[in-house]
């Protein structure tokens, strides 16, 4: 009975972690299958946007594909990739990743043309024509037995219809390949691998690396022509932004900065938008560069004579590619950091013309402050003379009265001898209640 990690739980009364199964398979996804010479093999990559993927739409098409041999269809929507072992000699492969989907053939059998397509005859009618997705990549691979002839220079050009060839040893020298990478008139690129004394798992793993190679260079030069789009908007931006800065450097009003920061923000928000809108197809590219030259490197390649390897192409033709992409995005970058520099800049501009002005305008305030102080002393020096007037005046009223009663006053001595009095009086009250005034004041601003 095979290992389970269900088994395993049970066993030991341990509960298990939930992904610990998925964890462990995933080291183990996708094996390269067991090839043997002589083979012939098809691969096709179908780009499908995560908008459009539909996981049951590609399960129907493989499960149509399982009926048309008699096999048995599985009910599990959920599984991302599958091996189907048609009949003696066909063996399918299908495998769901992030952006794409992969769909393998292999077939075992003698053949004279190394790229006959026999694959559409063997599948079932209009399978190959209703695969969901773009077609990214169409590859045919051949494997030539050790017990072949080696093809010669003349026959290797005639067979992929070029003069300028590819070529390599391959696993320390137990193989060699030959590609052009190019589509021919049908859209297949091709690829001849003649074994000179591989295994099956060898055989296998080098098939997978050669396909590896074609899907993830075709993947990681994804955004290539996106990214020529996108420089012709970043010369268009950063003439925009050199405008604004010689604006900058004009001592305009604040009117205009603000109108001029405005503009720098407007600026900011194109760009990043921009960058963040080709931060995943750059992410992404770099990743399957990466991949690239680690199945460049498992290819261990030694140089046939007259020449160039797999990598030294890939060198002279994929890497300037992922160059320019990069160069690309740091321009992005550098342009987004300069958009905010400027902005930083005249924001302080803009802040310190705003101090100045709040300074000023507090200055003018403070100067009307004081002229209404003095208005108001001055106002409150001609009151005490006016409400001196009135309690005098009631005062020389209550004399008035004591005169009438008889008592020896004089009435206009005794009033003009009241006066200082009652002025100094008024003017030691408003001197106390402004005094309690400006305490509690003081004490309200603490």
Known sequence: MPFSFDNASRLWGLKTYPLREALNREFHARPPEMVYPPLRAMHLVMVISPEQ???????????????????????????????????????????????????????????????????????????????????LVATQLALVPSSSSVYSPEQLSNLFNT????????????????????????????????DHHMTGHQAGRLVQRLLDIETYRAMAILGFPRMRKLTEELERMELRLGSLTEMLADNGNLSQEQRILDDLMQLAGETEHMVASFAYRFSAGQAYHALVQHRLDELRETRIEGLPTIREFLQRRFAPAMRTIDAAYARQERLSRRVARTATLLRTRIDVALAQQNRDLLASMNQRVKLQLRLQETVEGLSIFVLGYYMVSLIAYGYKALDNLGLPINLELVTAGTIPFVLIGIWLTIRWRRKKLMASTSEGEH
Not at 59 to 71: A, P, Q
Not at 127 to 134: D, F, N, V
Request: charge should be negative.
């Open 53 to 135: 993927r539909d996981t049951v739409k590609e399960h129907e098409h493989i499960s149509r594909l399982h009926r048309h041999f008699g096999l048995t269809v599985s009910d599990d929507h959920s599984s991302t990739h599958t091996s189907m072992r048609c009949n003696e000699r066909l063996l399918a492969k299908w495998e769901r990743h992030l952006e794409f989907s992969t769909y393998t053939f292999f077939y075992h059998g003698e053949f004279i043309d190394p790229f006959e397509n026999v694959f559409q005859k063997l599948m079932p009618e209009d399978w190959l024509s209703s695969i969901p997705g773009e077609l």
């Open 163 to 194: 003069p300028y060839l590819v070529g390599a040893q391959a696993l320390n020298g137990n193989a060699s390949v030959f590609s052009n990478f190019l589509a021919d008139s049908e859209g297949f690129s091709k690829i001849l691998v003649h």
